[in-house]
C-alpha cells in the first residue's frame, strides 16, 4: 500500500528520471513530502515559468522527458508559456500539477484553475486524475506520449485527496490510447518519384528542420548530403542538424537565415525538405519559397505534410530512414556549378563584424572560440537570438537550444539551467537585456546551485528587435522600447552571489570571457553594445526570401 | 469549397468534446453543424462533423483530428457513399382554423406530430439536410415559434460489393 504522491515518485523513477523542477505550494505538498528521499533531484526554481522552462532545456539539450511539478491555480496557469513553447518545438515535457481536492473542483475554490481545460490548445495531451485507480495509467500514459512520436508536452493534473488516498501500485499499467501509436504511420508511395527527381536535378538542396535532430538523423543526413554533394540550409529549429562547418552548409534559412542559404532556396530545381513544418518565418511569403523548385516534403506527422505548402511529393516517415532510403539515388552526383554558385553568394554576402567595434557579433565569435563543440549554448528571444543563429557556428544536435516556434522571451535563462543539469557542463546563455529581465531570479537558481551558466547579456539597452522593425517599418517611432534599462546587471549578478562582468570596448572582450568562462559556477558578463545595429540579412515579414535586406545597398559582388 | 461530413469515433473520455470542439475553432475551420452520441461500443462516441471548405482545408482537418490522442478514427465519409440524416423539432403555430393545413403540409414531408396542445403543435421532421430545410420552409408562413435541431448523423454506406467495414469492433479499450 502507497499514496498516491508515493506512486507518483516511485513511478517517476521508473521512468528514469533524473531531475525534476518545481516550486511547492498548497496542493503538492503531499508530492513534495513524498520526494524527500526520491532517487532524483528535485531543483527549485524562483517561478513556474522557471521551471517549466529549466525542463524544457533539459528535455531540449538530453532529448530526455524534462519533468515539472508545480501547485494549482497560479502555478498551473504560470507553466502555459512553458507549454505553449514545448508544443511548437515539438519537445518531450510532463508538467505536473496540483489540484485542490476533487469535491471542490468546479467550486472556485483557492487557487483553484482549470488547468486541464486552459492546457488543451498548447499540449500534445493532458490528464485530469479523478481516481487513485487512474493515477498509474495516467504516469506512464504522461510518459509515453510525450517522448514517442513527435515529442510534445503532457500535462497531468492531480487533485490533492487523490495524492493523499491509498492504494495497491501496478506499474506500468497497461496502456489504453487505441488512437494513438508510437509508430509513425508511413506514407511512402511518393518515394519512387521523390528519387527519381533527386537523380535529375541540378540544383538540388536540402532544407533540414529541427526533426532532423528529433529523430536523431543528423548522421543521415550527412550521408545523403555527401553521398550527392548536396547543399544543406538548416530553419533555425535545423541549426545543429547538420555541421555548420562543412562545406556543403549554408547555414540557416529564413527571416533572418543566411543569404546564400535564402537565394539557394529561390534557386533551386529540387528542395528536399526534412523535418520541418514549413513556418513562416523560414518559409517568408508562401509564393517566394522555393519558386522554381519541385518540394519534396518529408515529416513524421501527417499533418504537417501539405499544410502549409501543396508540395509535388510528400513523404511521411521518420527522417533518418526516408534518408536513408533516398540516399543511393543521389549516389555520385556532383553538382558542381550550382555549388559554385553558392559559394560566390556565400563570399558576396559576409558575415565578419569590425574587429575593433565591440558588437554582438563580434562578442558571439569571440565565446565560440573560447568552448568547444559539445558546449551547449542557450539564447533568449530577440535580436541576439538571430544574430547568435547566424553568428555561432553549431555542429552538433542538441547544442543550440532556442525558442523558435513561440518565440518567448525568459526562455533563456531557465532553459540553460535546465541544460546544465542535462549536461553537467558548462552553459552559455546568450541574452538581450531586455529577455533577461523576464525571468532575471532564475539567477538566483543558478547561484544556489552553483551552476556553471554564463551569462552573456548583449545589453543594447533596448527591446532591439521591436526597435529594428520600428526603425525600418514605422519611420523610427520607437514606441516603449528605448525606455533605457534601469538596472546595473554586474551588481545584480554580484547581489545573486555570483561573478559579473562589464565589457565596454572590444580590446578588453577576449579576457574577460576567459576570466567568466573559467571561473567555476555561474558568471554573468554584460556586454555594451551600441543600440542601432540591426541583424542583417533580415527577410521583412511578408516579403519573399529573395527580398532580404542587407546594409549599405546590397552584396559585395565577388 | 464543398460541404464534407466527417466522422470521428472517440473514446468517451471527460473534455474530449471540449478538445475537439477546441481544435476546430482554434484552427477557424468552418463548422455547419457538430453532433455526438455513444455508439454500440461502451466508451466510445461517435462525432459527426460537417464543414464547409476545400478539399485541402477538410483533408487538414482531418489530419488534425486525427492527431488527438483520444480519436481513434477519424474519416472524410464525403470521399464516398454515405447517408446522413437530420432531425428538426419545429414548434408551429397551429391554431384550430389552420390546423388541418399544418398537418397536411408536415405530411408532405412524413412529419411525425409529437406534441399537440391548444394552439401549436411540435412536429419532427427527419430526412437529408435538404429536406429538412424544405420543411422548415414550408411551415414558415403559419409561424414558426421555436426551432431545436440535431445537427448532422451521418454513417458509410455498407453496399452489396466489398464491405469497407470501420473496424470498431477490433478497438481494445
Given at each position: 500500500?502507497?499514496?498516491g504522491?508515493?506512486?507518483?515518485?516511485?513511478?517517476?523513477?521508473?521512468?528514469?528520471?533524473?531531475v525534476?523542477?518545481g516550486?511547492?505550494?498548497?496542493?503538492?505538498?503531499?508530492?513534495?513530502?513524498?520526494?524527500?528521499?526520491?532517487?532524483?533531484?528535485?531543483?527549485?526554481?524562483?517561478?513556474e515559468?522557471?521551471?517549466?522552462?529549466?525542463?524544457?532545456?533539459?528535455?531540449?539539450?538530453s532529448?530526455?522527458?524534462?519533468?515539472?511539478?508545480v501547485?494549482?491555480?497560479p502555478?498551473?496557469?504560470?507553466?502555459?508559456?512553458?507549454?505553449?513553447?514545448?508544443?511548437?518545438?515539438?519537445?518531450?515535457?510532463?508538467?505536473?500539477?496540483?489540484?485542490?481536492?476533487?469535491?471542490?473542483?468546479?467550486?472556485?475554490?483557492?487557487?483553484?484553475?482549470?488547468?486541464?481545460?486552459c492546457?488543451?490548445p498548447?499540449?500534445?495531451?493532458?490528464?485530469?486524475?479523478?481516481?487513485?485507480?487512474?493515477?498509474?495509467?495516467?504516469?506512464?500514459?504522461?510518459?509515453?506520449?510525450a517522448?514517442?512520436?513527435?515529442?510534445?508536452?503532457?500535462?497531468?493534473?492531480i487533485?490533492v485527496?487523490?495524492?493523499?488516498a491509498?492504494g495497491?501500485f501496478?506499474?506500468p499499467?497497461?496502456?489504453?490510447?487505441?488512437?494513438y501509436s508510437?509508430?509513425?504511420a508511413?506514407?511512402?508511395?511518393?518515394?519512387?518519384?521523390?528519387?527519381?527527381?533527386?537523380?535529375?536535378?541540378?540544383?538540388?538542396?536540402?532544407?533540414?528542420?529541427?526533426?532532423?535532430?528529433?529523430?536523431?538523423?543528423?548522421?543521415?543526413l550527412?550521408?545523403?548530403?555527401?553521398?550527392?554533394?548536396?547543399?544543406?540550409?538548416?530553419?533555425?529549429?535545423?541549426?545543429?542538424?547538420?555541421?555548420?562547418?562543412?562545406?556543403?552548409?549554408?547555414?540557416t534559412?529564413?527571416?533572418?537565415?543566411?543569404?546564400?542559404?535564402?537565394?539557394?532556396?529561390?534557386?533551386?530545381?529540387?528542395?528536399?525538405?526534412v523535418?520541418?513544418?514549413?513556418s513562416?518565418?523560414t518559409?517568408?511569403?508562401?509564393?517566394?519559397?522555393?519558386?522554381?523548385?519541385?518540394?519534396?516534403?518529408?515529416?513524421?506527422?501527417r499533418?504537417?505534410?501539405?499544410?502549409?505548402?501543396?508540395?509535388?511529393?510528400?513523404?511521411?516517415?521518420?527522417a533518418?530512414?526516408?534518408?536513408?532510403?533516398?540516399?543511393?539515388?543521389?549516389e555520385?552526383?556532383?553538382?558542381r556549378?550550382?555549388?559554385e554558385?553558392?559559394?560566390?553568394?556565400?563570399?558576396?554576402?559576409?558575415?565578419?563584424?569590425?574587429?575593433?567595434?565591440?558588437?554582438?557579433?563580434l562578442?558571439i565569435?569571440?565565446?565560440?572560440?573560447?568552448?568547444?563543440?559539445?558546449?551547449?549554448?542557450?539564447t533568449?528571444?530577440g535580436?541576439?537570438?538571430?544574430?547568435?543563429?547566424?553568428?555561432?557556428e553549431?555542429?552538433?544536435?542538441?547544442?543550440?537550444?532556442s525558442?523558435?516556434?513561440?518565440?518567448?522571451?525568459?526562455?533563456?535563462?531557465p532553459?540553460?539551467?535546465?541544460?546544465?543539469?542535462?549536461?553537467?557542463?558548462?552553459?552559455?546563455c546568450?541574452?538581450?537585456?531586455?529577455?533577461?529581465?523576464?525571468?532575471?531570479?532564475?539567477?538566483?537558481?543558478?547561484?544556489?546551485?552553483?551552476?556553471?551558466?554564463?551569462?552573456?547579456?548583449?545589453?543594447?539597452?533596448?527591446?532591439g528587435?521591436?526597435?529594428q522593425?520600428?526603425?525600418?517599418?514605422?519611420?523610427e517611432?520607437?514606441?516603449?522600447?528605448?525606455?533605457?534599462?534601469?538596472?546595473?546587471?554586474?551588481?545584480?549578478?554580484?547581489?545573486f552571489?555570483?561573478?559579473?562582468?562589464?565589457?565596454?570596448?572590444a580590446?578588453?572582450?577576449?579576457?574577460?570571457?576567459?576570466?567568466?568562462?573559467?571561473?567555476?559556477?555561474?558568471?554573468?558578463?554584460?556586454?555594451v553594445?551600441?543600440?542601432?545595429?540591426?541583424?542583417?540579412p533580415?527577410?521583412?515579414?511578408?516579403?519573399?526570401?529573395?527580398?532580404?535586406?542587407?546594409?549599405?545597398?546590397?552584396?559585395?559582388?565577388? | 469549397?464543398?460541404?464534407?461530413?466527417i466522422?470521428?469515433?472517440?473514446?468517451d473520455?471527460?473534455?474530449v468534446?471540449?478538445r475537439l470542439?477546441?481544435?476546430?475553432?482554434?484552427?477557424?475551420?468552418?463548422v455547419?453543424?457538430?453532433?455526438?452520441?455513444?455508439?454500440?461500443r461502451?466508451?466510445?462516441?461517435?462525432?459527426?462533423?460537417?464543414?464547409?471548405?476545400?478539399?485541402?482545408s477538410?483533408?487538414?482537418?482531418?489530419?488534425q483530428?486525427?492527431?488527438?490522442?483520444?480519436?481513434?478514427?477519424?474519416?472524410?465519409?464525403?470521399?464516398?457513399?454515405?447517408?446522413?440524416?437530420?432531425?428538426?423539432?419545429?414548434?408551429?403555430?397551429?391554431?384550430l382554423?389552420?390546423?388541418?393545413h399544418?398537418?397536411?403540409?408536415?405530411?408532405?414531408?412524413?412529419?411525425?406530430i409529437?406534441?399537440?396542445?391548444?394552439?401549436?403543435?411540435?412536429?419532427?421532421?427527419?430526412?437529408?439536410?435538404?429536406?429538412?430545410?424544405?420543411c422548415l420552409?414550408?411551415?414558415?408562413?403559419?409561424?414558426?415559434?421555436?426551432?431545436?435541431?440535431s445537427?448532422?448523423?451521418?454513417?458509410?454506406?455498407?453496399?452489396?460489393?466489398?464491405?469497407k467495414?470501420?473496424?470498431?469492433?477490433?478497438?481494445?479499450?
Amino acid at each position: 500500500m502507497m499514496n498516491g504522491a508515493q506512486m507518483v515518485v516511485e513511478a517517476l523513477r521508473r521512468e528514469g528520471v533524473e531531475v525534476l523542477f518545481g516550486i511547492p505550494g498548497g496542493t503538492v505538498i503531499p508530492l513534495f513530502d513524498a520526494m524527500v528521499n526520491a532517487p532524483f533531484r528535485q531543483v527549485l526554481t524562483r517561478h513556474e515559468q522557471g521551471a517549466v522552462h529549466a525542463a524544457e532545456g533539459y528535455g531540449r539539450a538530453s532529448g530526455k522527458v524534462g519533468v515539472c511539478l508545480v501547485t494549482s491555480g497560479p502555478g498551473a496557469t504560470n507553466t502555459l508559456t512553458g507549454l505553449a513553447d514545448a508544443h511548437l518545438d515539438s519537445v518531450p515535457l510532463v508538467v505536473i500539477t496540483g489540484q485542490v481536492k476533487t469535491s471542490l473542483i468546479g467550486t472556485d475554490a483557492f487557487q483553484e484553475a482549470d488547468i486541464f481545460g486552459c492546457s488543451m490548445p498548447v499540449v500534445k495531451h493532458s490528464f485530469l486524475v479523478r481516481t487513485l485507480e487512474q493515477l498509474p495509467a495516467a504516469l506512464a500514459g504522461a510518459f509515453h506520449i510525450a517522448r514517442t512520436g513527435r515529442p510534445g508536452p503532457v500535462l497531468v493534473d492531480i487533485p490533492v485527496d487523490v495524492q493523499n488516498a491509498r492504494g495497491e501500485f501496478d506499474y506500468p499499467p497497461a496502456l489504453n490510447f487505441p488512437g494513438y501509436s508510437a509508430e509513425v504511420a508511413e506514407e511512402l508511395s511518393g518515394l519512387d518519384e521523390a528519387r527519381r527527381l533527386l537523380e535529375r536535378s541540378e540544383r538540388p538542396m536540402i532544407l533540414a528542420g529541427g526533426g532532423i535532430i528529433l529523430s536523431d538523423a543528423a548522421e543521415a543526413l550527412l550521408g545523403l548530403a555527401e553521398a550527392g554533394s548536396i547543399p544543406v540550409a538548416t530553419t533555425f529549429m535545423g541549426k545543429g542538424g547538420f555541421p555548420e562547418r562543412h562545406p556543403l552548409s549554408l547555414g540557416t534559412a529564413g527571416m533572418h537565415g543566411r543569404a546564400q542559404a535564402n537565394r539557394a532556396l529561390c534557386e533551386a530545381d529540387v528542395v528536399l525538405a526534412v523535418g520541418t513544418r514549413l513556418s513562416d518565418r523560414t518559409t517568408g511569403r508562401p509564393d517566394g519559397f522555393a519558386p522554381k523548385a519541385k518540394l519534396i516534403h518529408v515529416d513524421m506527422d501527417r499533418a504537417e505534410v501539405g499544410k502549409t505548402f501543396s508540395p509535388q511529393v510528400g513523404l511521411v516517415g521518420d527522417a533518418a530512414k526516408v534518408l536513408s532510403l533516398l540516399a543511393p539515388s543521389v549516389e555520385g552526383k556532383d553538382c558542381r556549378a550550382w555549388r559554385e554558385t553558392l559559394d560566390g553568394w556565400t563570399r558576396s554576402y559576409p558575415l565578419e563584424p569590425a574587429p575593433d567595434v565591440l558588437s554582438a557579433p563580434l562578442v558571439i565569435r569571440a565565446v565560440r572560440r573560447l568552448v568547444d563543440e559539445e558546449t551547449v549554448v542557450v539564447t533568449e528571444v530577440g535580436q541576439h537570438q538571430m544574430w547568435a543563429g547566424l553568428h555561432w557556428e553549431t555542429n552538433r544536435p542538441r547544442s543550440f537550444i532556442s525558442s523558435g516556434g513561440l518565440g518567448t522571451m525568459g526562455f533563456g535563462l531557465p532553459a540553460a539551467l535546465g541544460a546544465a543539469f542535462a549536461t553537467g557542463k558548462p552553459v552559455v546563455c546568450f541574452a538581450g537585456d531586455g529577455s533577461l529581465l523576464m525571468n532575471i531570479q532564475e539567477l538566483e537558481s543558478c547561484s544556489r546551485y552553483n551552476l556553471p551558466v554564463k551569462v552573456i547579456v548583449l545589453n543594447n539597452g533596448s527591446l532591439g528587435m521591436v526597435r529594428q522593425w520600428q526603425e525600418l517599418f514605422f519611420d523610427e517611432r520607437y514606441a516603449q522600447t528605448l525606455e533605457g534599462v534601469h538596472c546595473d546587471f554586474v551588481a545584480l549578478a554580484e547581489s545573486f552571489f555570483m561573478r559579473g562582468y562589464r565589457v565596454k570596448v572590444a580590446e578588453e572582450l577576449e579576457e574577460t570571457l576567459k576570466e567568466a568562462l573559467e571561473t567555476p559556477g555561474p558568471a554573468l558578463v554584460d556586454c555594451v553594445i551600441p543600440w542601432r545595429d540591426k541583424v542583417f540579412p533580415m527577410v521583412p515579414a511578408g516579403a519573399a526570401l529573395g527580398d532580404f535586406l542587407w546594409p549599405d545597398g546590397g552584396p559585395t559582388e565577388s | 469549397m464543398a460541404i464534407h461530413t466527417i466522422s470521428v469515433l472517440a473514446q468517451d473520455n471527460p473534455g474530449v468534446l471540449s478538445r475537439l470542439a477546441g481544435l476546430v475553432s482554434r484552427r477557424g475551420y468552418n463548422v455547419t453543424s457538430l453532433s455526438v452520441g455513444k455508439t454500440h461500443r461502451p466508451g466510445l462516441s461517435r462525432f459527426t462533423l460537417v464543414v464547409n471548405g476545400d478539399d485541402v482545408s477538410v483533408e487538414q482537418i482531418v489530419r488534425q483530428l486525427d492527431k488527438l490522442i483520444e480519436i481513434v478514427e477519424v474519416r472524410n465519409l464525403s470521399e464516398d457513399k454515405f447517408v446522413e440524416r437530420w432531425m428538426t423539432l419545429i414548434k408551429v403555430r397551429a391554431p384550430l382554423d389552420v390546423r388541418p393545413h399544418v398537418l397536411q403540409t408536415a405530411e408532405i414531408f412524413r412529419c411525425r406530430i409529437i406534441d399537440i396542445g391548444e394552439d401549436a403543435i411540435v412536429i419532427e421532421a427527419t430526412g437529408d439536410r435538404g429536406k429538412v430545410e424544405a420543411c422548415l420552409e414550408a411551415v414558415r408562413p403559419f409561424g414558426v415559434i421555436e426551432v431545436a435541431s440535431s445537427g448532422a448523423v451521418a454513417l458509410g454506406r455498407t453496399g452489396f460489393g466489398a464491405r469497407k467495414e470501420s473496424p470498431v469492433a477490433a478497438i481494445q479499450l
